[in-house]
């Protein structure tokens, strides 16, 4: 059985959280995890804009942001690392908030289990790369729809230039033979 490896960047001002997550992390023997721990909403920002990272585990509070701003920020620069966002307490309307806002998911901190960790983190990245795919995808059918249209276009113009110049060409062949006793006109409607 191979092992995969996860780069995980955790965005917490509290050491205490990161050394717990760290600690359930470490727990989970069928795949390695390298956290990368920021405390701060700048730090976390600048890892996220710097380094490439499977999974983002993002605080709630942090200090006078909150972990909304900065997925909100992180969406409006356009990274698709999934972010599954961490509070201390269970509340319904951030849980929705955050999902409009395009989180991968909302862990409450003191539910969190090992098992629980790994599943969340695998699901996160399977949507993930699963959405990847579908906007590939949908823009592969979008050029595809394109190319159909320009073919289109294509045809009726081609067949709206075609059908006036085969008329002007059959005229001038009707003249050129007609104009057989003049050999300047003749060479003339050869052209």
Same mark, same amino acid.
């Given at each position: 059985m191979s092992v995969n490896e996860f780069h995980i960047l955790l =965005? #917490? #001002?509290d050491e !205490? !959280?990161? =050394?717990n997550l760290r600690d359930l992390f470490a727990e989970i023997t069928r795949s390695k995890y390298k =956290? &990368?721990?920021k405390s701060s909403y700048r730090a @976390? +920002?600048?890892? +996220?804009?710097? /380094? /490439?990272?499977d999974v983002c585990l993002l605080d709630y509070r942090l200090g006078e942001h909150t972990g909304t701003d900065l997925l909100n920020e992180v969406? &409006? +620069?356009g990274h698709l690392c999934p972010i599954i966002l961490l &509070? @201390? /307490?269970s509340d319904f #309307? +951030? !849980?929705l908030q955050a999902m409009q806002m395009g989180a991968a998911e909302f862990l409450i901190k003191g539910q969190l289990t090992s098992p629980l960790l790994e599943r969340t983190v695998r699901y996160s990245i399977k949507h993930a790369l !699963?959405?990847?795919e579908l906007r590939e995808s949908k823009a592969q059918i979008l050029q595809q729809d394109r190319l159909a249209s320009l073919g289109l276009l294509a045809s009726s113009l081609a067949h709206e230039i075609g059908t006036p110049l085969g008329i002007i060409r059959s005229r001038a062949e009707l003249v050129e033979k007609r104009a057989a006793i003049n050999d300047s006109l003749k060479q003339d409607m050869g052209v």
């Open positions: =965005i #917490d #001002d !205490d !959280d990161y =050394i =956290i &990368t721990w @976390g +920002l600048e890892a +996220l804009n710097e /380094h /490439h990272f969406r &409006t +620069l &509070t @201390g /307490h #309307d +951030l !849980d !699963d959405m990847q």
